[in-house]
């Protein structure tokens, strides 16, 4: 018989194979090994499935590839499908430009409770340096040393503060933060019965701001967020945003505002079509 992995981490990508690839060869080397990768595929090409077929055969990662036909951008769509593939009870949510670090999916399962959602954040990088990360400098980790990335070229910052390997300051700035904890879909994490309690993502919603109202959906079921924005690391490799739009932004703010006004806890489009 089969064992069913500890936890699930379900990864959005829509041709991005050389950005997915760095995130994989992150999950290669995390300090724990029970669980399985759920890429939520929004119609990439052969490039994607060609990368995760290698990935398989160079690691001991546990990955399904979930894809559909491109039509646009449906993130929210495909991440119900992944919802509905995963093996276990508890998953977390990220993207193909997150490289995690080695402790990220430990962290994630050390912080899990009961009625509440893991809100996480990301380091961002600047074009220049995500190309110049290379597979060895993600195995031993210098993508997430100061040093070396200053040396690369990143700015000095009170934020590079989120790098920090020190676990109490780690607390301090998880306590002390003014950043909303909210539901951030490249650094999120809640249980399967929680989500499927409030019906998956609203798949009416393209980009801007659909994660944020998923989130207020669980806050508004009595699903409390929980900060691990200084604990659970990743960096973000940067890219073009082709598929920004403002009529998709004004749809989402019109649902993300009747959603906090009459405190919708279930949408009627998401992982079941309801009436």
Same mark, same amino acid.
């Given at each position: 018989?089969?064992?069913?992995? &500890? ?6 990508? %829509? ?11 992150? %999950? ?7 669980? =399985? ?27 399904? $590839?979930?894809?559909?036909?491109? *039509?646009?951008?449906? #993130? ?10 995963? &093996? ?5 949510? /990220? ?6 670090? +080695?402790?990220?999916? #430990? ?5 899990? +409770?009961?009625? %509440? ?13 995500? $190309? ?27 934020? *590079? ?13 998880? /306590?002390? /933060? ?14 399967? #019965? ?18 944020? &109202?998923?989130? =207020? ?21 940067? $890219? ?5 739009? =403002? ?5 989402? *703010?019109?649902?993300?505002?009747? /959603?906090? #006004? ?14």
């Amino acid at each position: 018989m089969t064992k069913v992995p &500890e936890i699930s981490v379900i990864i959005s990508t %829509y041709n991005s194979p050389e950005w997915l690839e760095k995130v994989l060869w992150g %999950y290669s080397v995390q300090t724990v090994s029970d669980f =399985e990768i759920i890429v939520a595929d929004d119609g990439s090409d052969h490039k994607t499935s060609d990368i995760i077929r290698a990935m398989k055969s160079e690691t001991k990662l546990s990955i399904k $590839h979930v894809w559909h036909e491109d *039509n646009g951008f449906q #993130k929210c769509e495909i991440l119900n499908k992944a919802i509905l593939a995963s &093996e276990t009870d508890y998953l977390i949510f /990220t993207d193909g430009d997150c490289i995690p670090r +080695q402790d990220f999916v #430990k962290t994630h399962l050390d912080n899990r +409770q009961d009625k %509440y959602f893991l809100s996480g954040g990301h380091f961002p990088l600047s074009m220049e340096v995500s $190309h110049l990360i290379t597979k060895d400098d993600i195995l031993n980790q210098k993508c997430f040393d100061l040093k070396w990335l200053k040396s690369k070229g990143l700015k000095s910052s009170f934020k *590079n503060l989120k790098l920090t390997k020190t676990n109490a300051i780690s607390k301090l700035l998880n /306590t002390v /933060t003014s950043t909303k904890p909210t539901w951030n879909g490249g650094n999120a994490s809640g249980w399967k #019965k929680d989500i499927l309690a409030i019906n998956g993502f609203d798949e009416r919603m393209q980009y801007g701001g659909q994660d944020r &109202e998923f989130g =207020e959906r669980l806050i508004n079921s009595g699903i409390k967020p929980k900060r691990v924005r200084y604990f659970a690391i990743v960096v973000h490799l940067e $890219h073009e945003r082709g598929y920004v739009n =403002e009529s998709a932004w004004k749809i989402n *703010n019109d649902i993300r505002k009747q /959603t906090k #006004k009459i405190k919708r806890t279930q949408t009627l489009e998401g992982i079941r079509q309801l009436k």
